[in-house]
């Protein structure tokens, strides 16, 4: 199993960024896929979370309405559209996977961290002017 973040950069506050996780070894149908961030000095944070089914997606306040995950079964992809970027937005993000065999709604807590089994290695995204 692995996934891979890429798409990171350097942006202006206000500026857009679409990150991508490619990921392979797992049929994306039973599998959540996940994303967190880290700042310097702070703790990993869940920012969305899109089911198996890719029947439901789930965001925390700080993200929603600015950040869009999505799903490409035939790339084995997903993606974070992050619009409106702010500074505080500045850290490495990391996509996961979590086991997730349901329909509809996932039957896991999805802002927790260790409900996922498996993990990329991060992408620096820097909101800076």
């Known amino acids: 199993v692995q996934l891979q973040a890429s798409g990171g950069g350097l942006v202006q506050p206000g500026g857009s960024l679409r990150l991508s996780c490619a990921f392979s070894g797992f049929t994306s149908r039973y599998f959540a896929i996940g994303w967190f961030r880290q700042a310097p000095g702070k703790e990993r944070e869940w920012l969305t979370c899109i089911s198996g089914s890719d029947y439901s997606t789930y965001y925390t306040d700080s993200v929603k309405g600015r950040f869009t995950i999505s799903k490409d079964n035939a790339k084995n992809a997903v993606y974070l559209q992050m619009n409106s970027l702010k500074p505080e937005d500045t850290a490495v993000y990391y996509c996961?996977?979590?086991?997730?065999?349901?329909?509809?709604?996932?039957?896991?807590?999805?802002?927790?961290?260790?409900?996922?089994?498996?993990w990329g290695q991060g992408t620096l995204v820097t909101v800076s002017s």
């Open positions: 996961a996977a979590a086991v997730d065999t349901t329909s509809y709604y996932v039957d896991f807590d999805v802002f927790r961290h260790d409900e996922y089994e498996y």
